[in-house]
């Protein structure tokens, strides 16, 4: 009987199972590296244990420690979550030796899944339909760029060992493919230790439909329904939902019982995913399996009504499922989207830094929000940059739909860049709406989802404004004991002994520079003048929230006023701010004006040029990591490397110089 289990994991995922252990009356042991000390998951579980520094290798990778630790604390049995050690086959066979049980498929499923060239030949032999492609054991790279040539571009080369989108690169002509296949190798080696791939043929019009599987050590199976997870970005999933748009009954109950063959085939035990591709004319076929449970799994859970965590240790504790196929119906629909710490305006690169606001809508039947996170916890390099899943649900498709763009409009979240504002032009653009869902959904409508939500300035500033007033009225000094000062020299008011004083604050918003005259009234409200235009404004600053009116019309906005620069989020998006101030001398010229610099926080993991040697414009320079993701960096022009200021296995800062190019005019 399971009465005690450590999760081996960090994160939204930790939590989530950690709240469920908790409703079944189950002890929770937490993990954590050293950057991890004060994070969520730790704080929500009745026990924690440090595992190591910060990097994932040193701490959420350590197997061998965290058995240790799970035997010293007496745990019956580890949940690996998702990620990091969930579908690794020694983990689970170390657990099985040690007498601890791990919440998840057989170690002969895990193995079975674990390669997806050697997934896809039991499938064939199980005769689940499959993508024409190759898989085999030769790694030639000219074998596996022949088969490429001979099934015909495009082609999608993927890691074998992989997941997450980690080694997949889409490769669309035979001069693509040697530079797509280095990079993939090498990322895969990175995230798994292995470079091994598979190539398949790339369909241009699939949608990627998943089959929610689970089995019990019984011989029983079912499949609860189907999740649509077309929009992709960089084969990562950005929003799912369940059921999947326009599905018949027919094909439903077909792609159903081919997940169940898939399971079956592998004699399959607790949740697990088979995910298809799904064209235009109904055929659909087998991907790969996910022996875990999924990110999207919520919205199964609300369609359902069911608890698959719940499900996983009852079939752990070796119980029968809960329920029967009969037994499963589908009410309503649901949306998952995944809001990360990421810039779309800038490639979705990475942003690390503090949530100094976090505001996220009401949770209820309805919605949902799962998260690792807290207000004033810090977005690292070392992780995957989610900060939560937001899901709703209602009782149709149009209806959930409506739900999900309104609770995005609710977030607020400043400190780090985030996709919320992207989100919401892709669940409120038209393809969207009409359901034409395909994985190239984004690359597709790109121009109409890409185009940043303009503010209306001249609609939100004075709200702007009047928050920037209220924070300085309310610095007023408190003495070394705390107590506050009443001096007038300690008010930050315009009052004067004879006439009211106009002051004057001079704001930047989108490049444009705002000068305002502000004049305190007695009954503490402002008259703010912009343009020419007078404002009258009055409200209160408090737990991040500004509550104003403006000539009469209330209205409450999230606000983060940090240092001198200014957040308010409105329902257009949010309008930033710089206080400008007086200008105290010259700057001085840019010592690297001729510098290829760092898009972003992370790790160097390939120096490919050194100083002296001649580059091509559109030549690799420097690949960098963050967040498990590889960026390559680029020769903007023709010339000469002079200096390079990082080596392979350096930390660099975001905008911080990697290496002086000087313009080639011998030609």
């Known amino acids: 009987m399971i009465k005690k289990i450590l999760i081996a994991n960090r994160g939204e995922i930790a939590c989530r199972v950690i709240k469920t252990a908790k409703a079944m009356g189950i002890t929770t042991v937490a993990v954590y590296s050293d950057v991890d000390a004060n994070a969520l998951h730790v704080k929500h579980a009745d026990e924690a244990i440090c595992i190591g520094p910060a990097p994932s290798k040193d701490s959420y ?25 969930s579908e690794n086959a020694q983990f689970a066979k170390d657990c099985a030796q040690e007498g601890i049980i791990f919440i998840g498929p057989t170690i002969e499923a895990i193995e079975a899944m674990g390669s997806k060239s050697a997934a896809k030949q039991i499938m064939e032999e199980a005769g689940v339909p499959l993508v024409p492609g190759y898989h085999g054991d030769d790694q030639d790279p000219a074998i596996i760029k022949r088969s490429a040539n001979e099934m015909g571009y495009p082609v999608l080369l993927k890691a ?22 280095a990079a993939a190798k090498r990322e895969a080696m990175s995230s798994f230790s292995d470079d091994k791939m598979l190539v398949e043929k790339y369909l241009t019009e699939p949608r990627h439909v998943e089959i929610q599987v689970f089995c019990d050590n019984h ?83 609300m369609i359902t009504g ?17 329920k029967k196929q009969s037994d499963l119906k589908i009410h309503g629909h649901s949306f998952e989207a995944r809001v990360y710490a990421e810039d779309p305006n800038n490639d979705f690169l990475p942003s690390t830094g503090t949530l100094h606001l976090l505001k996220t809508p009401k949770t209820n039947s309805n919605v949902r929000v799962d998260t690792g996170v807290l207000q004033g916890d810090e977005v690292s390099i070392y992780y995957d940059p989610m900060i939560a899943k937001l899901i709703v649900w209602d009782e149709d498709r149009e209806k959930a739909l409506s739900r999900l763009e309104t609770c995005l409009g609710e977030y607020a979240i400043g400190g780090v860049t985030t996709n919320i504002d992207y989100l919401r032009r892709i669940a409120g653009s038209t393809p969207f709406k009409e359901a034409k869902l395909t994985t190239d959904f984004i690359e597709r409508h790109n121009d109409s989802i890409s185009t940043q939500t ?36 300690q008010k930050h008011d315009s009052y004067r ?149 990082f080596s392979t296995g350096d930390l660099v800062s975001g905008g911080v110089a990697l290496i002086d190019i000087t313009a080639d005019e011998s030609e």
């Open 61 to 85: 990778l350590r197997g061998t420690y965290i058995l240790q630790q799970a035997k010293a604390l007496n745990v019956d049995a580890i949940h690996p979550g998702y990620g990091f050690l």
């Open 160 to 181: 074998t060992a992989g997941g997450g989108g980690k080694g997949m690169r889409q490769v669309w002509s035979e001069a693509e493919f040697d530079d797509a296949l």
């Open 219 to 301: 011989k029983n199976g079912v499949y609860l329904f189907e999740r649509d997870c077309s929009i992709q970005r960089r084969h990562q999933k950005v929003i799912e939902e369940a059921p999947a748009p326009n599905m018949s009954e027919e094909l439903r109950a077909k792609m159903g019982e081919a997940a169940l063959k898939a399971a079956f085939a592998i004699n399959y035990s607790g949740a697990g995913t088979v995910e298809f591709l799904l064209d235009t004319d109904g055929s659909f076929y087998f991907m790969e399996m996910n022996t875990r449970l999924q990110v999207e799994h919520p919205v199964t859970e």
């Open 306 to 322: 069911e608890d698959l965590v719940e499900w996983q240790i009852r079939v752990a504790n070796n119980e029968l499922l809960p």
């Open 454 to 489: 303009s503010v209306e300035v001249d609609k939100y500033l004075p709200a702007l404004l009047l928050g920037q007033l209220l924070l300085e009225h309310n610095s007023i000094s408190a003495d070394s004991e705390g107590v506050l000062q009443t001096s007038p020299w």
């Open 497 to 645: 002994s004879n006439l009211s004083h106009k002051s004057a604050l001079e704001l930047t918003v989108n490049d444009k520079n705002y000068t305002a005259f502000t004049t305190i009234n007695a009954d503490r409200s402002w008259m703010i003048s912009i343009d020419e235009r007078e404002y009258l404004a009055s409200g209160t600053l408090a737990d991040d929230i500004l509550t104003c009116t403006i000539d009469g019309i209330k209205a409450r906005y999230p606000i983060m006023l940090n240092s001198n620069h200014i957040s308010l989020f409105t329902p257009q998006g949010i309008l930033c701010a710089e206080v400008v101030q007086p200008d105290l001398g010259e700057t001085g010229e840019d010592d690297h004006a001729n510098s290829v610099t760092a898009p972003m926080n992370g790790t160097v993991v390939a120096l490919l040029v050194k100083a002296g040697e001649k580059v091509k414009k559109g030549q690799q320079l420097i690949i960098v990591e963050a967040m498990k993701m590889e960026h390559s960096i680029k020769a903007p022009y023709d010339g000469i490397v002079a200096e390079c200021y």
